[in-house]
């Protein structure tokens, strides 16, 4: 088989419409169609691997049925039989014609709301044999129900393909001739082409007779399209079986960030099966089922330009990963037929036909649409804004819409920068990290009778040597390198007094912070549970105290956070800070103090006892306050700080209950009661300071405090959940109430009826 | 000028009326006369007896060019009954409902599970979980921190 890969070249995206059997002008009864025409040389045989290109010039779409009389053009003439016994066969006879075809009575969409999807298969047929016709088989796929249901045309149809006839070609489909050129000789109506609806099937034209050709259309796209239906039910089962794929599928690597930006959905067809036209003997019939995919694609899409109105390309962003279920993308614009085009569409009010109309080839998409490719992969690699889609506008404007905003892109932080603490400690000023026994060795030097001498010389320029020593101080750490440097052991020098025996580490600077460890903060719902009030967070900080954070800053449902600690302490005055992060951006700071003085003196005994107190009661006494009344401040702050609190959890907005299956406003009531009075968790106050803290926890500790709820496991399928989407009432399934309705126009009953109708929708509904 | 026999055709209908599809069957067609001066929004029919009628739920008026759904069982009026009818806009407009722009509030298919369900029951109190990091602070084996002025670097 000659590969059809060199020869696909950009083609379009055709929408479609919804049919409807009503003659409703605002909605087409039937597909997009488009005929073809093209001048063959009579005779010629179209060998296998060959491929004719024609011009499509236009696209319409015809409400009602078609007949042949409804498109200009030169009919092809229909003998009733030829030499090999055709009753009925198309083919060129001279010049540019237009096959015509006419959708007979077996059409027949059963409900209103379906989707027509035109899909025909390649087969391989035997010339003059036995082997089966190429048809277009009609498919529906009901948006109520989501399921396919095939309407193969059988030989008694015709069906028209309605392109007006145009100068410039916009449109271009090529197929190859994927295989011998025979047709089944109970075959009544020829007719070979292609119908791409950008849902990733082509079919493919099949040469006939000599005199016949090969209905050629060429469709590019990055959704994989495969020879045979075989081989694209084979990659939908399993995305690596690449075999029969023609176009080398996506040639666009997006970013990752916009995967999941569009909520497009398009068809690809899972499994299909044959089935036996019983009226035909023996011809086969190919049923195409589509199924929608769940996950979500993004798609962007090249307008329509004057040069080529219809070349449009849908370009897919996350190439085989996934593909969902769509309707088309329509467009409702106004669009502009391209200067020298004579009517590249018809407007509405045109009539073709009595009581038919031409609909508008409308587009509305909430995928950006951009002019050129250039500008597409522009989009794509981050180099131009949405806001240069050329239906930016509306974007806008939709609900949930792609804008990206200022606080997105490439320029928001993805890590907190954090300062370093460049100061030395050195000339005049001496930090020693020393072991109890260390320490001990060092006072047992300084009260030794033979060194005071010594020692008095060596520090009187400060008047004593106590006050030389600034202070001493213990950290709750095992090694002073877990927040600076420090050298190795060495003697003590003190003014210029060195002791002979007492030694310690010298600190040469506090750089470094200690990096107390982190963890995946992940959702038990993944709903609103997961947030406040529900859930609540807080966060036991060693020397710290307890804090309550807010939740939404370390806790996201869909993409869980990396929660981080990291401690600065400040060893001259043993100050801390514990700085929480996620996903590496600083969320909060919370101060303490790690340290706890060890007094040296009297003034720095009481010094030490005002930071204590200070940090736990924010009261202070003076330099001259008696013991007592120190004592008594004391436990005042410790009475004072009280666990537990009173601060009721807000209560949640009901929405009032109405309707078909919604529950009673009652239990909202109750439930707004219970958490009223439902005391929230853990609450502290003060912080904890010093000697104090090592009383408490000695590592960070996360408390997640949830509430109990219960969620009825029906709860989807008999009231839904909340939503806020808008799209039109068809769009939803299952129940559905609403908060706002617009009635589409067209609507023929009463006012009773539409203000019933708003009613019944505020109740909810059961769409089926 | 009295009202003249129309068409009806009778259903017996399985769905209920606040589902957008209908499950017709046992299609029988009668005669009756509808009241004077009624909106044929609600009509009220009369009909020859038949036991059968009080059987079915549903109907097509032709005249009308609407469904209706038995608002009440008919009533028995001498030897006739009495339809109590109610036009069902739903399905009669099903069409255009479909196509109509509505903003949901509750739905079984396109919804948020971010938003605040109101019809998720809190049950009392809070179930609590501590995790604590790996990192744990010594004040049992701490260090002391000695400052002092001295001369000389």
Known sequence: MASAKDTLNMGSVISFVLPNTTQDPDMCNNAIYVTDTYTAEIGKEIKQGERLSFQIDNIYMKNGAITSDDVTGTPISIPDSDALGYQRQYWIESGACTANFTLGSDFNPKDDHKLLVAAFCVYDYGWQGTSNIVNLSFLFYDVDTGTITGQPLNTQSQYIMGVEMAQAPPLKYEICNTGTSTIDTNTLAHFYGAISYGWGTIGYARAIKAAGFVLATSLASNIPIFDTQAHAEAYLRDNTILEGLLNGGSDIDPEEEYKSQFDTWTIISTTGHNTRDSQAGGLVNRNYRFKPYQKGISFLMITPTADSPYNLRLMNYSGYDAYTAGRGVTEEDEFVPAAGVAELYLDRSLSWGADNYYTQFGWKSNIPRFKTEQECNDYFNGLLDISAAANYAELARQDNSIIQSEWEGADIDTETSLGTNGMQYGHGCRLYAMSNIELASLFTELFDPANINDILDGTKLFGAASDCVAGIMYLPITDIEEVGNAGALANIKIGSWTSENAEGRRILNNSKLIDCGSFVMSPSYKDFRDYEPYTMLFCMLPMVGFKQLTLSKYMDVDNPKTVSVKYAIDVTTGATCAMLFANGLLMDVFEGTAGASRPFSAIDNNNYINQVIGAVTGASNSASGSIAGINDAVAGAAKGAKIGGAAGVAGVAGVAAAGVGVAASGIYQGYQIQQAVDNPPIMSRGNLSGNLSYYTVDKITFMIAKKRTIRAENELEAIGYPSGHGATVGSFSGFLSCSAFKMADGFSGTEAERNEIIEILKGGIYID | ?153
Do not use: W
């Open chain 2, 1 to 153: 000028m009295p009202a003249v026999p129309i068409p009806i055709i009778l259903y017996k209908n399985t769905k209920p009326t606040n589902h957008t599809s209908r499950t017709l069957s046992n299609a029988l067609q009668i005669s009756g006369t509808p009241r004077e001066d009624i909106d044929p929004f609600m009509p009220e029919i009369t009909v020859e007896y038949n036991a059968a009628i009080l059987t079915y739920n549903f109907c097509y008026i032709a005249e009308y060019q609407r469904y209706y759904y038995f608002d009440r069982l008919p009533t028995v009026s001498g030897k006739k009954l009495i339809l109590h009818l109610h036009a069902d806009s739903l399905y009669n407009f099903k069409s255009t409902i479909m196509r109509s722009q509505c903003i949901a509030e509750r739905s079984s298919s396109l919804y948020d599970l971010m938003v605040t369900d109101p019809a998720v029951i809190g049950v009392a109190g809070y179930e609590y979980f501590e995790r604590s990091l790996p990192y744990q602070f010594r004040p049992d084996q701490g260090i002391y921190i000695l400052t002092v002025a001295s001369g000389g670097n």
